[in-house]
């Protein structure tokens, strides 16, 4: 058989591969092994770091070893705890999953025997918003109050998780016996219940959401809830008290030790607290009327009704009259992105099936973001039907929009709550 004859083109292209695969290997040959090398140095500059941060300290607390430890740590936060005599410190690596992105922040945290933070470094932060030096800076000399501590503006998810871990950090210390806590203000103690006792004024980092107001007499000041939910006032005098005035729910007491006070309070507070709350108040109604007139027939009747005991992010009730019975209408207003308040309108049969919804603006700033998936028809449509007992949260979920399925989560189960206490109130 005749062979055929190589083109100069194929050989100068042979020729052309064979250059470059020998300077590719010429480059590799002489970067390996600087990139070995600079590897090495690396992992020695860490481990001397590490010896430097630990020194002969004696490790209390493994998370990977539980057994094995000395002490018992309740938190998944702690990983590890160490003790250090020659210097007298503990050393606390924590880990946490509840910043903005829900990705593992790592931080070392360093406490002298006194129970006072010698410093806090935030090892890795995947958290695109960057926190600023002032704030790990912030819990130097701080002790188990934190009462220093403010979270950073604009960074609230991040920089609440930081704080709660490193509360973690104190509290395993504490509760195995190595120092004391230390004793917080009344102050501290009534804003630390605000989560507990008032879910509609914070985000889900539980960071209020309002602007502070004035108060009068024996109430020192108060916070104006951003979504129109209510209230919250601090009350002082004889003992401190936090009053929550719910705008559907009415008020309630609590002392410093987290307890419903509002049966033994002074008639006389609860109506100063009232008339405060009055004078600040905005009216959503008109807002409200005109968004449940596009969702309902034009002969329904509505009548506004309160919702004792309600302190979540519903902020508006009505019993609507239809010729087909009676149907119940709610507004709930949590935080989305950024904080922004968002109005979420239900109306639900006399079963608790949702069987109207409607939402203005569904993904904020869709202008300049639009790393989601959403078809907003098929989503809305999915919502009819849920009843307290169907919905799983799932239903919510919007694929690339954290925040606006977190807001929407929290309204559905806010509405469902506000139909079931509203049921119980009507017997």
């Known amino acids: 058989m005749k062979k055929q004859p190589v083109s100069r083109s194929v050989l100068c292209l042979l020729l052309l591969l064979a250059v470059l695969a020998a300077g590719v290997y010429g480059v590799n040959g002489f970067t390996a092994p600087r990139i070995a090398e600079n590897e090495r140095l690396a992992a020695e500059a860490a481990a001397a770091a590490e010896k430097a ?13 539980e057994a094995a430890s000395a002490i018992t740590v309740s938190s998944d936060t702690v990983q590890s705890v160490y003790q250090d005599d ?23 945290l360093t406490l002298d025997y006194d129970g006072k933070i010698v410093s806090l470094d935030i090892n890795e932060n995947p958290d695109d918003k960057d926190l600023g030096e002032e704030f790990p800076l912030s819990f130097e000399g701080q002790d188990s109050t ?30 195995n016996g190595l120092f004391a806590a230390a004793e917080k203000s009344d ?15 914070v985000n889900k980092a539980g960071v209020p959401q309002g602007e502070e107001i004035a108060g009068s007499g024996s109430v020192s000041g108060g916070l104006k809830a951003a979504n129109g939910s209510g209230f919250a006032w ?18 309630k007491l609590y002392s410093t030790a987290g307890e419903d006070v509002t049966d033994t309070a002074d008639s006389a507070l609860v109506d100063e607290i009232k008339a405060l709350s009055a004078a600040n108040a905005d009216d959503y109604t008109a807002k409200d009327l005109k968004a449940f007139g596009r969702m309902l027939d034009d002969d329904a009747e509505l009548t506004a009704v309160e919702i004792p005991g309600l302190c979540n992010s519903v902020n508006g009730a009505y019993i609507v009259q239809t010729a087909d019975g009676e149907r119940y209408a709610f507004v709930a207003r949590p935080y989305g992105y950024s904080n922004e308040v968002m109005d979420f309108y239900y109306v639900l049969d006399e079963t608790g099936a949702i069987s109207a919804f409607r939402i203005s603006e569904l993904i904020l700033y869709s202008e300049y973001y639009s790393a989601y998936t959403l078809d907003e028809d098929s989503y809305k449509d999915g919502l009819l039907g849920l009843t307290q007992d169907s919905y799983t949260g799932e239903q919510t979920l919007i694929s690339g929009a954290t925040m606006t399925s977190q807001a929407a989560d929290t309204a559905m189960r806010d509405v469902f709550e506000a139909f079931r206490l509203l049921m119980e109130s009507r017997g």
Do not use: C
């Open 53 to 65: 941060l630990l020194g002969n300290s004696v490790m209390l607390y493994d998370r990977e070893d």
């Open 86 to 108: 020659d210097r007298g410190l503990y050393i606390v690596r924590l880990s946490t999953s509840e910043g903005y992105s829900k990705l593992p922040i790592l931080l070392t």
């Open 146 to 175: 934190l009462a220093g501590v403010n979270l950073v503006a604009g960074v609230t998810f991040s920089s609440a998780a930081i704080r709660n871990a490193v509360n973690d950090g104190f509290n395993a210390l504490i509760d």
């Open 187 to 201: 102050d501290q103690l009534l804003n630390e219940l605000l989560p507990q006792v008032y879910p509609g004024l």
């Open 234 to 251: 601090f009350v002082t005098g004889d003992r401190s008290l936090l009053a929550v005035d719910s705008t559907l729910g009415g008020v």
